[in-house]
């Protein structure tokens, strides 16, 4: 663990105009240093870096970060990996923090871990090159797929020996423990205490994290046997996880960046053949149903997820729940069909790279469009199933959180399915009560809530009124508002934690409050410099306006006021702020309590709502902001 004092002399040291320079050309414009973007493609410069501030912004993409950030982000470095590059850089020596017994225990098992998952690796890409049952079985797999050698290189790929313990020999003469192996999921240990290798006789597919160390295996078997399953993985271990992680992610990312959009596929072997072919930015769920930490996952590098769909309409069905889990993180989605019988592996090596890339563009739809098409088929002329199709449609809507977008998607069905689009959205505001609705145990006990409420009554709605409080905050907080307090005295004794919901808000506003309690204040520094990167970025993007005010206004003595020049004045406005917060957190209580309730309390609370909706309406023009 890398001690805070030399984290703080890292930070200080890297100059973020030097760090930069070092990856692309900057040019100077007024106070900042410019470039084209190198997180996406661009012809217009809409990158700055802002030696003042020790930030850099896209106005292009949004990216934003600090010196830590931007290695990381090129790099693919993890957040300790990248305060090493930059010591490494400034000259800046690191004593590592010695662990306590326990952490050392933690922090040994995982790194034991990854060094036997490497080993593994090297022992089974060594033994495909290098051993006659490799070459003549393993190669001769990957050589008929059409695997080049630099592509088979680029994905490490291995072959595992068809013996019982070969492997599990081989890593103990290394020094390796039976326990690490173990825990590993490398081996397993038999009932006469024996250890079998658990990959053998099958190729071998090395899964990577992000940062591109090994941390698991998928293994095909290409013998026919009734009895063997074709594909078998390494069990979750310490560093695996297969619901946080994709295939083909360490390979994936930078073109995924360029891109901005990644083909999410089914297969190691649909990847394998799509880089083979010049197509870089596809990863692959590996045949598991896709996950939110996997979605999250791949909206670290894009908004934009193209679905390519093998021509099998069972399994389309069958994944597009996993679709809706997209829509919900707020990324856009998209999806592809390809024709019966073949799969983006088959489809890519038939046609070639540019006739792969036309289709796709040709026969994507977004995913709202996709569903009813799909859909359709097998609704026909039965209205039921159509009634069921539009219920299916509308709580895929309801799942976008961006209003606009649910809008749009609106209009679209209403036009695919020549329905009213005020029915859909009638249909889609009684799916959000409905979802407040109490649902009585079937056992005829206590009535429990249909699904929990953290949020308010529209609850994919945004949060402009936390985000201007806790702004205000961490910009303006030790900005003298009376002779006594500073505006954090205020905003800390007319609120509390649990008034900002929004959980990067919240996490800001706590750490705000834990140096306040101690007598001391964060900078905007503290923030910009944050390992985590959601709070980082939203404090960059306050800290940079795409548009500032010209030099040439005061050189003809033409002065603007800045906010914080009117800070006390503007004490009113943000008094309003959390009124209305506090309102919020009032119907976010009404609406907690429907659950529990019967009809007659139903009333009275229904009736309470009214009038906190009204109230919130009230102040929230005052405020300008659009409910």
Known sequence: MIPQDTVNQILQAADIGEVVGEFVTLKRRGANLIACCPFHNEKTPSFSVSPAKGIYKCFGCGKGGDSVRFVMD???????????????????????????????????????????????????????????????????????????????????????????????????????????????????????????????????????????????????????????????????????????????????????????????????????????????NVVASSGTSLTVEQIRLIGRFTDNITVLYDGDSAGIKASLRGIDLILEEGLNVKAVVFPEGDDPDSYIRKVGGEAFTRYVEQNQKDFIRFKTEISLEDVGQDAVKKAELVESLVLSITKVPNPVKRQIFYQEVAKLLNIDEAILINEGNKKTVTNLKPVAKQDGGQVAPKRNIEMEILSQEDHPEEEALVRDLVLYGQVQISEAHVLADYIFSETEADIVQDPVLNAIYRQYYEFYSRGEAPTTRYFISHPDHRIQEKVIQWETPKHELSQHWKKYEIFIPEYQDNLGENITRINFRIALLKIKKEINQVIEELNFVDEEKEVILLEHLKEKLAERKEIAEFLGSVL
């Open 74 to 280: 090129l790099e693919g470095l993890s957040y300790p990996d990248a305060l090493k590059w930059l010591a490494k850089k400034y000259n800046i020596e690191i004593k590592e923090k010695e662990f306590t017994d326990s952490e050392l225990a933690a922090q040994n098992e995982r790194e034991s871990l990854f060094i036997v998952s490497e080993f593994a690796n090297n022992f089974f890409r060594d033994y495909l090159l290098n051993s006659s049952e490799g070459q003549s079985v393993g190669a001769s797999y990957f050589i008929e797929r059409g695997f080049s050698k630099p592509v088979m290189e680029r994905f490490h790929l291995g072959f595992a020996p068809d013996g019982r313990d070969l492997f599990y020999k081989t890593a103990t003469q290394a020094g390796f423990s039976q326990e690490v192996l173990e825990k590993a999921g490398l081996v397993s240990k038999k009932d006469d205490n024996t250890y079998l290798d658990r990959f053998r006789g099958r190729v071998v597919f090395p899964i990577h994290n992000v940062a591109g160390k090994t941390i698991a295996f998928g293994a095909r078997i290409l013998k026919t046997d009734a009895k063997a399953p074709k594909y078998i993985n390494s069990p979750e271990t310490e560093i695996y996880h297969k619901s946080k992680i994709v295939y083909g992610i360490y390979q994936a990312k930078n073109a995924i960046r360029q891109k901005e959009n990644c083909f999410l596929v089914e297969g190691y072997t649909d990847v394998i053949s799509l880089h083979q072919a010049g197509i870089e």
